[in-house]
């Protein structure tokens, strides 16, 4: 028998277990429909059920517990002892719970599982099981009608019990809350007579919250609030809550700011404590024992136009044997000690966040911004890694000192695209001693991008969105930031700083936060193949466990192509996410054997936990301690920290989209399909990469047939397709602002797909 056939009968016996297994759940959930609406009177049940609190109860029991203890947590009345005896003999009927003594239950945890829960606008969830479970396989979400939501709200962690399993399609309904993600919500204020009612800006929250007169804080009608949420509102009752900050007038790029500062729960001001500190720290950087003098070598900076901070300084020295090359950082370890004021501070944020309209920065601004910061012309503390070079950009030897050194000159991407890439006489004279320096650097950079990318390592050329303003706080553009050979020159710099660093680490077997990159779900690998191959690009036949080298051909086959940030970006889908841990795995996107985070402390927590690691494997005499956290949970908390910042940074991006497109409407646009779902196609601008969507019930001609496998449209009477890749003509018709949503009809002139991409 075929392999294949095999595999699809174990398949199809797998899935009859589960759906048997899930039988008596399904029974069970139609019987106690009714005497789910039984509410109980305890505390944090949330307005829960009499049956679901004994389901929660023995789940948070680790599954067991005695008839004394469940009737002692859960009876407020004499007659409930009874009802929960009765509800226990019906559990038990029903093998959802099982006797084990006399006075002694056991929860069937094959059918309880728990997890956060992500709510549709639409009104349904998804919940992502927090462990595995025999029943649901890794990377699968269960999907919580409308119905079964119960009073759980977007991002709380719940308790659910599975009632359906069709195709490893799992349905399953929310038994108990057992933790609010939110305490706060940001929102529009409308006034009334006697103080007046907030509307979540998020509308995955569909509830309206009461502000008494006493609480509104003087908020005026249509201002953005933060409010704290002192009452849910379950069973069927009215939000209240308390308006802690008056945020003004929503269509302020500032304040849609602090509303995402505030959606975020951002920490954006430091303690008074930490302050002190950092007022306490003295301008002067003295050559200390131990540091060595690194001001005579040529530093510069090189960073984009509106940068503030800066964590490296970078300098290229030509040898007899090739290269050597300097990666100075930024020495934030030497005024931020663990357990201060000030670590604390900057751990609770993790990273800085960065918005058009401003930043939120993990250190104060003294540091950030001044005495971190190696600016130009001024001596600074840093932590140094020298790496040598062969002509060939082979790494010879790498050691790392303390140092102190003064950089001679802040550089900007374009300013060295000018020197370097297209030639400016004038530049060029004006700036006659860095023409050598920044030859070295791009000589080496040439040779290290040569050797990355043929280990495999992917070569992503996405162009950043980045927003123009006007006067009056008007959007006058957004564009895309192209990056140029100074982009390449200081990112493989940073990363062979990042790659000896964690090399140094595994080599001397020292306990270290690594950044690791897992291998993709070969489902979703073999997923994008079969898509690549309906757009005409050859691939092989093992599809599920394809190289990072596979990713990059199919990167450069569509590079300089209207396809490329499409396929880019489809690539980003499939990858799992980057994240910092302890036990490496390596760096799948990198192919990297070691990787980690060592470039940027300013910024990033991480790369201060790395200092501080990397100073105590190489001077005994150094503080002794743990990094701030055990080195496991700082990874998982970190990367948290992260997942927040970025979900932020395009949430902030997106708000401002949404108000640059408002005053377009009927106007047209050029963009490409970049995805197909049953109910229409997501549409990306070419010139801006701001995305929208066309609803089916807007394409021409209705009656379409979808292709999920093909990622293709096809009309029924007209046999017109649509496929991602597709490049189209759109025209605006609608911006939903609360939503974010931009809405678009595919204009007459729609452009035909580039049938030879």
Not at 5 to 33: D, L, M, N, P, T
Not at 221 to 249: P, R, Y
Not at 275 to 280: P, V
Not at 684 to 707: C, N, Q, W
Request: charged share 30%.
């Amino acid at each position: 028998m075929a392999p294949r056939r095999i595999s699809k009968i174990k398949e199809s016996k797998r899935q009859s277990r589960r759906i048997q297994k899930v039988r008596h759940s399904r029974q069970f959930a139609r019987k106690y429909e009714a005497g789910r609406q039984t509410p109980l009177t305890t505390a944090e049940g949330g307005g829960g059920r009499l049956v679901d609190e004994i389901i929660a109860f023995l789940y948070g029991q680790g599954g067991e517990g005695e008839l004394k203890e469940i009737v002692n947590a859960l009876v407020m009345t004499r007659g409930q002892r009874k009802e929960i005896e009765s509800m226990l003999d019906d559990l038990c009927h029903h093998q959802i719970v099982y006797k084990v003594g006399k006075k002694q239950f056991r929860l069937n945890t094959q059918n309880f599982i728990d997890g956060t829960l992500t709510v549709n606008p639409r009104g349904f969830g998804f919940v992502t099981p927090s462990t595995e479970h025999e029943l649901v396989p890794a990377g699968k979400d269960l999907f919580v009608p409308g119905r079964e939501l119960g009073s759980a709200l977007h991002g709380d962690h719940v308790l659910l019990q599975i009632i359906s399993s069709r195709r490893e399609r799992f349905e399953a309904r929310v038994v108990k809350v057992l933790g609010r993600a939110i305490k706060q919500l940001v929102g529009i204020f409308t006034a009334g007579r006697e103080g007046g009612f907030v509307t979540p800006d998020d509308e995955r929250f569909p509830f309206t919250i009461a502000i008494g007169e006493k609480q509104s804080e003087g908020a005026t009608d249509g201002d953005a609030v933060l409010v704290e949420i002192s009452e849910f509102g379950l069973e069927g009752a009215q939000a209240k809550g308390t308006i802690k900050q008056v945020l003004g007038n929503p269509d302020s790029s500032a304040v849609q700011m602090q509303m995402v500062i505030g959606k975020f729960e951002l920490p954006h001001v430091f303690t008074k404590q930490s302050l002190a500190e950092t007022d306490g720290f003295s301008d002067k950087v003295e050559l200390t024992p131990g540091r060595m003098d690194l001001r005579d070598i040529f530093h510069v900076t090189i960073d984009g136009e509106t940068a503030r901070d800066f964590d490296d300084a970078v300098s290229v020295i030509k040898t007899k044997k090739g290269y050597r090359l300097y990666v100075s950082i930024a020495d934030v370890s030497h005024y931020v000690k663990p357990g201060t004021a000030l670590d604390m501070d900057a751990w609770a944020r993790g990273t800085s966040v960065y918005f058009p309209t401003g930043v939120v920065p993990m250190l104060p601004e003294r540091l950030s911004n001044d005495l971190c910061s190696l600016n130009p012309e001024v001596d600074r503390y840093a932590f140094t890694a020298v790496l040598d070079f062969d002509r060939s950009g082979n790494r010879q030897k790498v050691h790392f000192v303390k140092s102190v050194i003064r950089s001679q000159y802040r550089l900007t991407y374009t300013l060295v695209r000018q020197i370097l890439v297209d030639p400016d006489k004038e530049i060029r004279k004006n700036y006659k001693p860095l023409l050598t320096p920044l030859k070295w650097m791009a000589e080496l950079g040439v040779e290290l991008e040569k050797k990355r990318i043929a280990r495999g390592s992917m070569g992503f050329e996405i162009p950043e969105p980045y927003v123009e303003f006007g006067p009056d706080d008007t959007i006058s553009a957004i564009k895309l930031r192209e990056r140029n050979q100074a982009h390449k020159i200081i990112e493989e710099f940073m990363l062979a700083a990042n790659e000896a660093v964690a090399e140094t680490f595994a080599d001397r077997q020292f306990a270290a936060l690594y950044r690791i990159h897992q291998s993709p779900d070969p489902i979703k690998v073999a997923e994008f193949a079969e898509f690549m191959q309906t757009m005409g690009y050859e691939v092989p036949r093992n599809r599920e466990n394809l190289s990072s080298k596979w990713f990059n051909k199919m990167i450069n086959l569509t590079r300089g192509t209207a396809r490329e940030y499409l396929i880019s970006n489809l690539i980003l889908r499939v990858m799992q996410q980057a994240r910092y841990s302890p036990e490496n795995v390596g760096h799948f996107g990198l192919a990297a054997q070691y990787y980690t985070h060592f470039t940027s402390p300013i910024r990033r927590y991480p790369d201060l936990i790395v200092h501080r690691t990397l100073k105590r494997l190489l001077w005994p005499d150094e503080k002794k301690g743990a990094p701030s956290a055990k080195l496991q949970e700082a990874g998982e908390f970190l990367s948290k920290r992260e997942r927040v910042a970025v979900d932020a940074e395009r949430e902030m991006l997106d708000r401002l989209k949404v108000r640059y497109m408002e005053d377009k409407i009927g106007e047209t646009f050029a963009g490409i399909i970049s995805g197909i779902t049953s109910f229409g196609l997501f549409i990306e601008l070419t010139k801006t990469m701001i995305s929208g969507g066309v609803a089916m019930a807007d394409l021409p001609r209705g009656g379409y047939e979808f292709h999920e496998k093909r990622h293709t449209l096809i009309g029924r009477l007209t046999g017109k397709s649509y496929q991602v890749g597709d490049l189209v003509t759109v025209r605006l018709i609608s911006v939903d602002k609360r939503a974010r949503r931009i809405n678009f009809t595919l204009a007459e002139d729609d452009l035909e797909t580039e049938s030879s991409q």
